[in-house]
């Protein structure tokens, strides 16, 4: 069994990563593809905060960024990838698939507090 001082660094830890929750901006269903992705009114998948358009999130896990270049996403259960700021990941729950969005500049900063172990 893990000992908790263990388990409370490894959350803290998982919390706070890149990919960790504390940055996460958005969640995004998608239900068409190409999708333009950005916060500006007219994008498909539509983001609380960042640029007006970030770029178009495109069939087979790729995304084309204004300039026209095209990156495909890294890994196979929930693909991410890095464009400018933002670290963006493909998942799918019940089947449906979304766009999860984190801004890596937020501070990941965070005190947790726990109940007193017995």
């Known amino acids: 069994m893990i000992e908790l001082s263990a388990w ?3 959350r803290f830890q998982a919390l706070t990563a890149p990919d ?7 969640r995004i269903q998608i239900t068409a593809l190409p999708g333009s992705v950005g916060a500006g009114p007219d994008n498909d998948l539509r983001l ?30 929930n ?7 933002f670290l963006l990941e493909i ?8 766009l999860r969005v984190r801004d890596l500049t937020l501070p990941r900063h965070v005190t947790l507090r726990y109940f007193p172990a017995d």
């Open 91 to 98: 998942h799918s729950s019940d089947d449906q698939p979304a």
């Open 8 to 10: 409370k660094a490894a």
């Open 48 to 77: 609380a905060s960042g640029p007006a358009y970030l770029g178009r999130l495109l069939p087979c896990c790729r995304f084309e960024t204004p300039d026209g270049s095209i990156f495909p996403f890294h890994g196979q259960d």
């Open 20 to 26: 960790g929750w504390l940055n996460l901006t958005d």
């Open 79 to 85: 693909p991410m990838l890095q464009v400018d700021r």
